[in-house]
């Protein structure tokens, strides 16, 4: 997938703009509790059993303080709460839309 033509910070939201035309905008503690992270997410091992991560589902009042691209796929958030390492895929990214109907 290719990398989006913008990504900025809007109010409490990441805002990007695609490569097709559209737009996607993610609360800013959303991306945090979805952040890819082993620390968030924990790790599998070969028999499918998750050892660490946190297992909270909201991080209220959380703010997106910066970002970083790595390489063409992914893009690196640093949140107000310390936490940096998890990488955001373009097409993770994509997965974790919030559609609004």
Known sequence: MKPPKLLQAVGTEIAIAWDDG???Y?????LRAKSPSA????EVDILGNRHGGDDREEFP?????GWEFVGN???RFGFSDGHQTG???WDYLRQIEL???
């Open 87 to 89: 990488l955001f895929s």
């Open 61 to 65: 009042g959380v703010k997106v303080t």
């Open 39 to 42: 620390e968030n997410q924990g």
């Open 73 to 75: 796929y992914a893009v």
């Open 26 to 30: 993610y609360p800013m503690d959303y």
């Open 22 to 24: 559209s737009e996607s």
């Open 99 to 101: 559609h609004v109907d």
